[in-house]
């Protein structure tokens, strides 16, 4: 879902105040960036690596990155596509270096994407857990039909819950691609009958 860099609850600054301070060099003023994100992006990280230690790791380079470029970012609002699209290049990188390019390690039922083992993470509540079980499931078994571009499109807007302006900035592509995958993909699950709760849900 999109950030709204300009809400705030009371007594406390806009997000974009703290980009623009960043930006500025003002020391700190990074730290609720990083707050504000880092959970989603240890989530996203984390399933793509199947790994806590090189999440973590990856995540950190993540915002190491976007603090040393904060003054590149040109509109606030564009923030959360900008680090969600820096973490996915660093994956691409992980897996150059391991030589491994198989985005899916492990079936999605044998992980759980929001409780990676960090206390940042609580466990939903147990019909919720079932449902998001079911549904990776379901998505594990259609997944093996999609294009590699169709499966990141599909996990940043079912798994990561990006718009498709978000997508299309952490793709560098059009919004219209964008949308034309997400809209072949569709329809190569609604083929299957045991998609069509992937839609109902999502």
Known sequence: MPINTDRSGPGEKPLDFFIQQAAGGVEGAFDPIVRTFYADIFKMIYYRTQSRPDAEDIAQDVFLQAFQNIATLKSPERIRGWLFQIAVNKVRDYYRKKRWLKLFVKLPEQVDPDDPGS????????????QQADFWKIFGRLVKKLS????????????????????????????????TCLYRGINKFRKEPSSQRLFDEA
């Open 119 to 130: 206390e940042q993470f609580q466990a939903a509540d147990a019909e919720k857990r079932l």
């Open 148 to 179: 590699s571009m169709e499966k990141e499109v599909f996990l940043l807007k079912f798994l990561d819950h990006l718009n498709i302006r978000e997508i299309s900035q952490v793709m560098n592509r059009s919004e219209s691609t964008v949308k």
